[in-house]
């Protein structure tokens, strides 16, 4: 199968907790990492002299089943909006670049729950293996669902 060169994603879900609740996580990185990926990384943790509240801010992970140490930071926080931006730092596993956006929205009739949104897009190297490239996009389709799951869980 041929792996398109940009790859863009745009996921979105309820979460069932206020919008408050889920920004305490969402502007997180370490915490999204480990909601998202679980078990599927390793190694999670600020570089370089990063930290929650400093922006940008760089963190690394290992992607377990490649052993691809991913480098990342916290490029942009938007603590009124309740958004986050984020991008790759050094190409990694067949991927150039990365960017991605999550926002949380309020519910107007239901301020226990959010909207959550999650836009990415991906650069794939062009000598990129397709069965990692497959992998890693395979993973990010189901990362929306794990907050919705996370967020669900911690409510019952």
């Known amino acids: 199968m041929a792996i398109q060169r940009k790859h863009t994603m745009f996921h979105s879900t309820i979460l069932d907790a206020g919008p408050d609740t889920v920004w305490s996580v969402v502007r997180d990185a370490m915490q999204v990492v480990r909601i998202v990926s679980g078990d599927a990384v390793k190694d999670v943790g600020w570089a370089e002299g990063g930290a929650l509240e400093r922006v940008p801010s760089r963190y690394?992970?290992?992607?377990?089943?490649?052993?691809?140490?991913?480098?990342?930071?916290?490029?942009?926080?938007?603590?009124?909006?309740?958004c986050s931006t984020y991008r790759a730092v050094a190409p990694t596993t067949?991927?150039?670049?990365?960017?991605?956006?999550?926002?949380?929205r309020p519910i107007t009739d239901d301020?226990?729950?959010?909207?959550?949104?999650?836009?990415?897009?991906?650069?794939?190297?062009?000598?990129?293996?397709?069965?990692?490239?497959?992998g890693i996009i395979a993973m990010m389709e189901k990362q929306t669902d794990s907050m919705r799951d996370h967020f669900a869980a911690s409510k019952g």
Do not use: K
């Open 60 to 82: 690394d992970f290992t992607l377990v089943f490649c052993d691809g140490l991913v480098q990342q930071e916290v490029a942009g926080r938007n603590e009124v909006e309740r």
């Open 111 to 134: 301020p226990g729950r959010s909207y959550f949104e999650w836009s990415r897009e991906l650069t794939i190297a062009y000598d990129a293996d397709p069965a990692i490239v497959e």
């Open 94 to 104: 067949g991927v150039d670049g990365y960017v991605a956006t999550m926002r949380v």
